[in-house]
Structures are given as C-alpha cells and as structure tokens.
C-alpha cells in the first residue's frame, strides 16, 4: 500500500512563500515520477508541476513557471520526499494542493491535500 504523507500548507499574504512536503512510503513502491496538482473551490483539479524520477527532469505549469519549484530527496533508506516551494504567491494560488505519485504511466497515487490559502 502507498502512502502520501504531505505537510506544509497555511495561510500567507500574497507576495509570500510556502514550501509543501510529500513523503512517500517506501515498501515495495517504485516510484516512477511525483508531482503536485492543486484543486480550487469550484473548480477541477489541475496540474502544477512534477518531476521524473529516474531523469530529475521537471515539468510546470504556466502558471509555476518562475514562481514554483519542484525538488526532491531520495536519499537511501529515507522515504522518497518531494517538495514544492511556493514564492510570490497570489490569491488565486488559493487551493488545496494534492501530492500525486505514479509507480508507472498513468497508474497514479494521491495524498490527502493540503490547504493553502493566501490573502490578498
């Protein structure tokens, strides 16, 4: 069973930054890539970046492009960790973030959301 495990959301004034966690429970999951999508009220799920895992190649959104980054720790005998670091944020990066990871295309994964919230 694969578990997300995310932390780091919160209320910011717009121009602030957060930085969003993902663990991912090792056991028998190879991860093939993780990423994030966020889910606003009213709206559907959308893409906000992700990240290859064997290559490291990185991928955003229009809207992370220069404002988001997407890293990573997979350190032996640590859970896998993706992170998400939110800067220059604006009121309609409101949302709940959802962390997703795939162990192969299109076979995905998602943790419980996270609540960011930033005021204008």
């Known amino acids: 069973q694969v578990q997300l495990v995310e932390s780091g959301g919160g209320l910011v004034q717009a121009g602030g930054s957060l930085r969003l966690s993902c663990a991912a429970s090792r056991r028998t999951f190879t991860i093939y890539s993780m990423g994030w999508f966020r889910q606003a009220p009213g709206k559907e799920r959308e893409f906000v970046a992700s990240m290859s895992w064997r290559s490291g190649s990185t991928y955003y959104a229009g809207s992370a492009k220069g404002r988001f980054t997407i890293s990573r720790d997979n350190a032996k005998n640590t859970d896998d960790t993706v992170y998400l670091q939110m800067n220059s944020l604006k009121p309609e990066d409101t949302a709940v973030y959802y962390c997703?990871?795939?162990?192969?295309?299109?076979?995905?994964?998602w943790g419980q959301g996270t609540q960011v919230t930033v005021s204008s």
């Open positions: 997703n990871a795939q162990d192969r295309p299109g076979f995905d994964y």
